[in-house]
């Protein structure tokens, strides 16, 4: 793994499945609070140890588009491109933000301008978790945001194209 990513969170492999989840830190120990469904109630809210709310994700109504806000102010905006292939991209505050690679396997990297911010990699162990290694100049908070939102829609165009539809409406997932 490249030097410049230097902090590491684990997320619970069936996350989205669940209304509350922590996002622990690389040690184990808790570092985000998240509760609310994509599905659902279409958003999550992310909180840090200490309880305060630090990040917002609202699913567009008709669209598997998703919005992130940090501080009540819409932020970004992530959505899959393309036909085929996995590739998400982010209009966002920061600049334009794409993710390239395997989504169904949770390996892909998040990248800025071609330099790679973060990585997204599954560990097998007793309990299957994900890691999201982040570059430290990044917010984490906003990076694993945008991991949550690529997760949600992958799986809701997973569930769309297995119900044989390909459009853009419908397609809650639980």
Known sequence: MPEYLEMRYQIASKW???EHFVIDDGMGSPAFDVRGNLGLSQHLTMRDGSGQEVAHIRKHLMTTKHDIEIGGQKVAEIHHA???GDRYEVNSSYGPITARGHFDGWNYEIHQQGRPIAKVSREMAWREKFLVDID????QAFILCVVLAIDAIHHEREQEQDRGGGGMFGGNFP
């Open 16 to 18: 989205s499945m669940i």
């Open 82 to 84: 393309g036909f085929f």
């Open 136 to 139: 430290d100049n990044f917010s």
